[in-house]
């Protein structure tokens, strides 16, 4: 389910006050590969509910450059959506999630394996708020930006117009 913000507090908190444990995981999602999907098992395994913030457009524009992305906040979003780790999805435009974890409260606030617990932006809005820091996922062998410059150099290696055979199989 997609959720503006109001909405995905109220969800949050009727959510947690069932017992649920809540797990925030982040990011840019603009083409899914198997490293997101290993991310947010790995997240979901943390609790009962996982909430995931898709960056927004601009937002990623700022994190990757011009160009990107390629798939807009609505479209990643609900691609993400349909992830079966995945229970609550929101959009978030700022630059790191330490509104949302302030917002939201979750219990676990979930990161990639390119970060440790010590370089995580938002490390320290969650130790004031008592949010566990986890770091959760494969190995960072999967990225987005990797699998763009991969589709970019077999490209080049295409032939511009290819050959077809002739109609009626001649």
Known sequence: MILERAALAAEVARRKAAGERVVLANGCFEVLHVGHLRYLEGARALGDCLVVAVNGDASVT????????????????EMVDALEPVTL??????SDVKSLLETL??????????????????RETAKSLGIE??????????????????????????????????????
Do not use: N
């Not at 999805?89 to 700022?94: G, M, N, Q």
């Open 89 to 94: 999805v929101t959009i978030f435009d700022e």
């Open 105 to 122: 409260r979750p219990d676990v606030h979930a990161k990639g394996t390119d970060y440790t617990k010590e370089s995580v932006p938002e």
């Open 133 to 170: 820091t986890a770091i959760v996922g494969d190995p960072k062998d999967h990225s987005t930006t990797d699998l763009i410059a991969r589709v970019r150099s077999a490209s080049h290696s295409l032939p511009l117009s290819p050959s077809l055979p002739p109609k009626g199989g001649g």
């Open 62 to 77: 700022a994190l990757k450059g011009p160009g990107r992305p390629f798939v807009t906040a609505a479209e990643r979003a």
